[in-house]
C-alpha cells in the first residue's frame, strides 16, 4: 500500500515562501505520477502541480504558474513543492497525491490513486 505524508505547511506572510515535501513509501514509483493539489475553505479540491518519475516533466496550474515549482528526489521517495511569492489566495490545505501512470499535462484529481492527509498553509496579509 502507497503511503503519502506531507510536511512544511504553516503560517506565512504575503510574499514570503515555503516548501513542502511529501515522502512517498510501500511501492516503485517509476512509472508514477506525483502531484499537488490544495483546497481552500468552501472551494473544492483543485491541481496546483505534477511532476512525472520517469521524465521529471512537470506541469502546472496557471495560478501558480512561475512562482511555484515541483521537484522530485528519486533516491529518497519524495516530492517537493518550493512556492514563492505567497498570497493570501494560496492559503489552503496541500495535499500530495500519486497515480499509477504516467500523465501528461494537468491532472485531475479523479485521476489520482493515493492521497496524503494534507498540510495547511497560511498566508497572511
Known amino acids: 500500500q502507497v503511503q503519502l505524508v506531507e510536511s512544511g505547511g504553516g503560517l506565512v506572510q504575503a510574499g514570503g515562501s515555503l516548501r513542502l515535501s511529501c515522502a512517498a513509501s510501500?511501492?516503485?514509483?517509476?512509472?508514477?505520477?506525483m502531484g499537488w493539489f490544495r483546497q481552500a475553505p468552501g472551494k473544492e479540491r483543485e491541481f496546483v502541480a505534477s511532476?512525472?518519475?520517469?521524465?521529471?516533466?512537470?506541469y502546472y496550474a496557471d495560478s501558480v504558474k512561475g512562482r511555484f515549482t515541483i521537484s522530485g528526489d528519486n533516491a529518497k521517495n519524495t516530492v517537493y513543492l518550493q512556492m514563492n511569492s505567497l498570497s493570501p489566495e494560496d492559503t489552503a490545505v496541500y495535499y500530495c497525491?500519486?497515480?499509477?501512470?504516467?500523465?501528461?499535462?494537468?491532472?485531475?484529481?479523479?485521476?489520482?490513486?493515493?492521497w496524503g492527509k494534507g498540510t495547511l498553509v497560511t498566508v497572511s496579509s
Open positions: 497525491a500519486a497515480a499509477r501512470v504516467t500523465y501528461i499535462g494537468i491532472v485531475n484529481r479523479y485521476g489520482m490513486d493515493y
Open positions: 510501500g511501492r516503485t514509483f517509476t512509472s508514477y505520477t
Open positions: 511532476i512525472t518519475w520517469s521524465g521529471g516533466n512537470t
